[in-house]
């Protein structure tokens, strides 16, 4: 996987069956200047909102680089549950039986089959640091990692065996500066960050002069409104179409401690600079 070092590289990560919100990102990259070569989406393509096979589409047709989430390695395979796992019982659980059988039946087979073509990892370069793309972590699409947990993340970014690493599944952004590397998710475009406001997340990562990278997340307001009744039309998971007015979560059976209690506080954008290392300053 190579991009154009002439470029930022813009990541999403969950456009969870949200349409209105897809749209708004890939408005966004075109806005930025952004070829659809250096845009790259961490998976979950469908899930939660009221467009599942009409997001699919504008995903394919936008020809950015995306891996399979959970969800579309589930759906691929017509599975009975998302494979989120949530434990069994809680409110997440309980909701996601209902989000992922709507999904499920708006799935059309032409999404499945290219659900089923998309690799779990990218692998490649840019700016001369390797870079890896998961969904998940490296051991399992479907794991949880959150920003306040440090050392699983040093675990994590180990495992993956790059300089940076590009995830989603969590659906909040955050980037650490780990082993003189990043962990980078920059959240997800489908539903907001529980922080109380209805915006979503992406990122950017930005080559600099003299050789190091900025990662920076950023807000994206979009038409929620809408995207909100489309859910309340398809009849399905109520309370996420009320997450995307609220900007707060239906459940926090997921959450450490941290993120629990940061419920309702508006986030931050963040920047984070990785700087050249020697034997990358000529690459400037």
Same mark, same amino acid.
């Given at each position: 996987?190579?991009?154009? !070092?002439?470029? $930022?590289?813009?990541?999403?990560?969950?456009? &969870?069956?949200?349409?209105?919100?897809?749209?708004? #990102?890939?408005?966004?990259?075109?806005?930025?200047? @952004? $070829?659809?070569?250096?845009?790259? +989406?961490?998976?979950?393509?469908?899930?939660?909102?009221?467009? $599942? !096979?009409?997001?699919?589409?504008?995903?394919?047709?936008?020809?950015?680089?995306?891996?399979?989430?959970?969800?579309?390695?589930?759906?691929? =395979?017509?599975?009975?549950?998302?494979? +989120?796992?949530?434990?069994?019982?809680?409110?997440? !659980?309980?909701?996601?039986?209902?989000?992922?059988?709507?999904?499920?039946?708006?799935?059309?087979?032409?999404?499945?089959?290219?659900?089923?073509?998309?690799?779990?990892?990218?692998?490649?370069?840019?700016?001369?640091?390797?870079?890896?793309?998961?969904?998940?972590?490296?051991?399992? %699409?479907?794991?949880?990692?959150?920003?306040?947990?440090?050392? =699983?993340?040093?675990?994590?970014?180990?495992?993956?065996?790059?300089?940076?690493?590009?995830?989603?599944?969590?659906?909040?952004?955050?980037?650490? *500066?780990?082993?003189?590397?990043?962990?980078?998710?920059?959240?997800?475009?489908? #539903?907001?960050?529980?922080?109380?406001? +209805?915006?979503?997340? &992406?990122?950017?990562?930005?080559?600099?002069? !003299?050789?190091?990278?900025?990662?920076?997340?950023?807000?994206?307001?979009?038409?929620?409104?809408? /995207?909100?009744?489309?859910?309340?039309?398809?009849?399905?998971?109520?309370?996420?179409?009320?997450?995307?007015?609220?900007?707060?979560?239906? %459940?926090?059976?997921?959450?450490? +401690?941290?993120?629990?209690?940061?419920?309702?506080?508006? @986030? *931050?954008?963040?920047?984070?600079?990785? $700087?050249?290392?020697? %034997?990358? /300053? %000529?690459?400037?």
């Amino acid at each position: 996987m190579t991009f154009s !070092d002439a470029f $930022p590289l813009l990541v999403f990560g969950g456009p &969870y069956s949200n349409l209105q919100a897809t749209t708004g #990102v890939l408005a966004e990259a075109r806005a930025r200047a @952004i $070829p659809p070569q250096n845009i790259i +989406c961490t998976g979950d393509v469908v899930a939660y909102c009221g467009d $599942p !096979d009409a997001t699919a589409a504008r995903i394919r047709e936008a020809g950015i680089r995306v891996v399979a989430g959970n969800c579309e390695e589930q759906l691929a =395979a017509d599975a009975d549950d998302c494979g +989120c796992g949530f434990d069994e019982g809680t409110a997440c !659980d309980r909701l996601s039986r209902d989000w992922y059988a709507f999904a499920s039946r708006a799935t059309s087979i032409e999404s499945r089959a290219w659900m089923a073509g998309l690799p779990r990892r990218l692998d490649g370069t840019y700016r001369g640091r390797s870079i890896a793309v998961i969904h998940g972590t490296e051991a399992a %699409s479907n794991q949880f990692l959150f920003g306040s947990e440090t050392q =699983a993340i040093r675990d994590a970014h180990a495992a993956v065996g790059a300089d940076v690493v590009i995830a989603g599944h969590c659906g909040l952004p955050f980037a650490h *500066a780990v082993d003189g590397g990043v962990w980078f998710n920059p959240g997800v475009v489908g #539903v907001p960050a529980n922080d109380g406001t +209805c915006d979503v997340w &992406y990122g950017t990562i930005t080559p600099k002069p !003299d050789g190091g990278l900025t990662f920076a997340t950023h807000r994206l307001g979009y038409d929620h409104t809408s /995207a909100a009744h489309a859910m309340r039309r398809s009849g399905h998971a109520d309370p996420y179409a009320e997450a995307l007015e609220t900007g707060l979560w239906p %459940s926090l059976d997921v959450l450490p +401690c941290a993120e629990r209690a940061a419920t309702g506080q508006p @986030i *931050a954008e963040v920047r984070l600079r990785l $700087p050249a290392s020697a %034997s990358l /300053a %000529s690459v400037a």
